[in-house]
């Protein structure tokens, strides 16, 4: 309730910032918002946690999925928590946009290499001016969501213009990339990606996600899988005390002992103990191309 308020406060002096409810198995009552970009989901965060002193978990955006089911049914999903069983997909349609982009004659190479990092698919490229250049690409909705409005105007020197309309729906080889702690998996971290670029999105995450996520007394294995087949993995070793700081010389085999006791007991808490995974480790996924 206090988070709907601060909402809806918010709401009120930003017009371009919109929210729904929506509930979760694993991470029960929330809100899907809609922001402008990166940028703006930041500045709504900071101030939700300033000015109403929240605490708050963000998890990737995504878009509407259209599923076509093997019995020709067709759904449409805005989580991968949702999406059925790869043996019930007959095929998995993403949004698209046609992009329209302006940018100086110099700075075409690096716009077109940028579109298709992306998947894009070039429709027309004209001189508007002796150096003005209107390139028109279709593009998956999916991939301009999270940097490439920042990454054009990095690759533009800050002169490219971006104008975007969704036009329908086109067939993609998706997966959904899961991400395992300790061998559970953790669904605010799934991602629906390309089965081509999943292997290089799943290694990246994972080293991010090891980087963030804090020691603990054992050791937490960091995987990325899909289905049941792990694709990457990156391991936080644990904190360890020095259980032999007290032995000066003396028999090796009590230096063992205690060795193998240490060894066992890690072992045990690794089977009861829990991970305290931080806010900055679920925004890797944002960030996950930089």
């Known amino acids: 309730e206090h988070l709907r308020e601060a909402l809806q406060t918010l709401s009120l002096s930003d017009s371009s910032f919109s929210y729904e409810p929506v509930?979760?198995?694993?991470l029960g009552f929330g809100f899907r918002c809609g922001?402008?970009?990166?940028?703006?989901?930041?500045?709504?965060?900071?101030?939700?946690?300033?000015?109403f002193t929240l605490e708050l978990l963000i998890t990737a955006p995504s878009v509407r999925y259209r599923i076509l089911r093997s019995d020709g049914e067709v759904i449409e999903i805005d989580s991968p928590a949702k999406l059925p069983d790869p043996g019930a997909i007959e095929a998995i349609e993403e949004p698209i946009i046609t992009a329209t982009m302006l940018t100086p004659d110099e700075h075409v190479?690096?716009?077109?290499?940028?579109?298709?990092?992306?998947?894009?698919?070039?429709?027309?490229?004209?001189?508007?001016?002796?150096?003005?250049?209107?390139?028109?690409?279709?593009?998956?909705l999916n991939e301009i969501l999270l940097d490439f409005y920042d990454r054009l105007k990095s690759a533009s020197k800050g002169?490219?213009?971006?104008?975007?309309?969704?036009?329908?729906?086109?067939?993609?080889?998706?997966?959904?990339?899961?991400?395992?702690?300790?061998?559970?998996?953790?669904?605010?971290?799934?991602?629906?990606?390309?089965?081509?670029?999943?292997?290089?999105?799943?290694?990246?995450?994972?080293?991010?996600?090891?980087?963030?996520t804090p020691r603990q007394m054992f050791e937490v294995a960091i995987q990325a899988a899909i289905g049941s087949r792990v694709i990457a993995r990156e391991t936080v070793k644990p904190l360890r005390k020095n259980v032999l700081a007290k032995c000066y010389g003396g028999d090796i085999t009590r230096k063992r002992k205690l060795l193998e006791k240490q060894k066992?007991?890690?072992?045990?808490?690794?089977?009861?103990?829990?991970?305290?995974?931080?806010?900055?480790?679920?925004?890797?996924?944002?960030?996950?191309?930089?």
């Not at 922001?35 to 000015?51: A, S």
């Not at 997966?175 to 395992?180: A, Q």
């Open 264 to 290: 066992e007991g890690k072992r045990r808490m690794k089977r009861v103990g829990t991970v305290d995974i931080p806010q900055e480790a679920f925004l890797a996924v944002l960030r996950v191309d930089e």
């Open 35 to 51: 922001f402008l970009g990166l940028l703006h989901m930041e500045i709504v965060q900071e101030r939700l946690e300033r000015e």
């Open 109 to 140: 190479g690096a716009v077109l290499k940028l579109c298709e990092e992306k998947r894009g698919v070039q429709k027309t490229l004209q001189y508007i001016t002796q150096s003005r250049v209107m390139i028109k690409y279709e593009l998956p």
């Open 159 to 212: 002169y490219a213009s971006l104008d975007y309309e969704v036009t329908g729906y086109w067939t993609s080889p998706l997966v959904k990339l899961d991400v395992l702690v300790n061998g559970d998996p953790v669904e605010a971290l799934s991602l629906i990606v390309h089965k081509d670029s999943a292997y290089q999105r799943g290694k990246t995450l994972v080293e991010k996600m090891r980087k963030m």
């Open 23 to 26: 509930t979760s198995e694993a």
